[in-house]
């Protein structure tokens, strides 16, 4: 399942007859592949044309690119040297000095075992899940759009119940599935943000079955990331708008969650937590418990074909009229 996020280039267009006299850049193999990519004529392609502003690649577009110039080039571009604002020359620079290979992905398997998902589930039977009901008064509304449901499929909840900078609906939208959908959910979390130190690194692996995600920078291997998880069987919860939003509303959702959603050919499965009155975590005094529902609707499929814009958002709008 790989293939749909590293190996999803089209075959380089030949060039013009016409265009033998321009300059080397405009005749390279790397242009051709933009070229193919946003529908541009090579003649258009500058030197000094900018990969966003100029060509109109945002960074999934980027992230098509890279992947194009690692499979026909054979060239790894790190999507962390490149920019909104990098040219086509600085991206001919790298790619005449960049490494035949990548690094590769540095996937944390661990979480994933048995033993650990014995241990984890014990932990939020007996200790997590006991304390969001203390402090909160919990409604699951949909549980019946999930029956005959196998995995793996992704999960795509708003992202509007925190304290602080704090995320508390991971966990929250997590305990509202049924048991045999959660314990082979993973949950996606911000690298630059829930990864930040070694403890709390261990703790939402371990206790939420969380993996990092790229919100900015190594896009790609993100996506990767995701794939493999996938590949595994596993299901992937994961909040399209980016950002946590305390008590909304609802930001725009990311083009990434329509990426995966047409490429894998998954369920996705729409959820929305309204939170009713905030707890004595989330700063309120009195009273102490507060209150919020889980709304689940029925999954989503998308063809093979579907615009990436136009399947985000469907979801966006499944889940903002739950």
């Keep these: 399942m790989l293939d749909f996020l590293l190996q999803r280039a089209p075959e380089a267009a030949p060039a013009p007859a016409a265009m033998a006299s321009e300059s080397a850049v405009s005749l390279s193999p790397l242009v051709r592949l933009i070229a193919s990519l946003n529908g541009f004529s090579p003649a258009d392609i500058l030197p000094d044309s900018t990969l966003a502003g100029d060509l109109s690649l945002d960074s999934l577009g980027r992230v098509e690119l890279l992947s194009a110039i690692e499979?026909?080039?054979?060239?790894?571009?790190?999507?962390?040297?490149?920019?909104?604002?990098?040219?086509?020359?600085?991206?001919?620079?790298?790619?005449?000095?960049?490494?035949q290979q990548g690094s590769g992905l540095r996937f944390t398997a661990w979480p994933l075992h048995l033993t650990?998902?014995?241990?984890?589930?014990?932990?939020?039977?007996?200790?997590?899940?006991?304390?969001?009901?203390?402090?909160?008064?919990?409604?699951?509304?949909?549980?019946?759009?999930?029956?005959?449901l196998s995995s793996p499929a992704l999960i795509a909840p708003n992202h509007n119940c925190g304290a602080g900078h704090f995320g508390l609906d991971p966990v929250a939208a997590w305990m509202a599935l049924p048991r045999s959908l959660r314990v082979r959910t993973c949950i996606a979390g911000a690298e630059d943000d829930v990864f930040g130190g070694r403890l709390?690194?261990?703790?939402?692996?371990?206790?939420?079955?969380?993996?990092?995600i790229s919100r900015e920078g190594s896009v790609r291997a993100s996506l990767e990331y995701v794939g493999r998880l996938l590949d595994l069987r596993w299901s992937v919860l994961i909040f399209p708008e980016g950002k946590l939003t305390n008590g909304g509303p609802i930001q725009p959702f990311k083009s990434g969650i329509g990426l995966l959603a047409v490429e894998t050919g998954l369920p996705v499965i729409p959820m929305k937590i309204d939170v009713e009155q905030e707890s004595l975590v989330q700063g309120r005094w009195w009273p102490p418990r507060g209150s919020y529902t889980v709304h689940i609707g029925a999954p989503l499929r998308f063809q093979a074909g579907t615009p990436y814009a136009e399947a985000t958002a469907a979801i966006e709008a499944a889940v903002k009229s739950l």
């Design 200 to 212: 709390m690194s261990f703790a939402v692996r371990f206790l939420a079955n969380a993996f990092p």
């Design 116 to 148: 650990t998902q014995t241990v984890r589930e014990l932990a939020n039977q007996l200790v997590i899940f006991p304390l969001y009901h203390l402090f909160w008064r919990i409604s699951v509304h949909g549980h019946e759009q999930l029956k005959g």
């Design 71 to 99: 499979q026909e080039l054979g060239v790894y571009v790190d999507d962390n040297l490149i920019a909104p604002e990098t040219t086509v020359a600085l991206l001919e620079q790298l790619v005449k000095t960049s490494p």
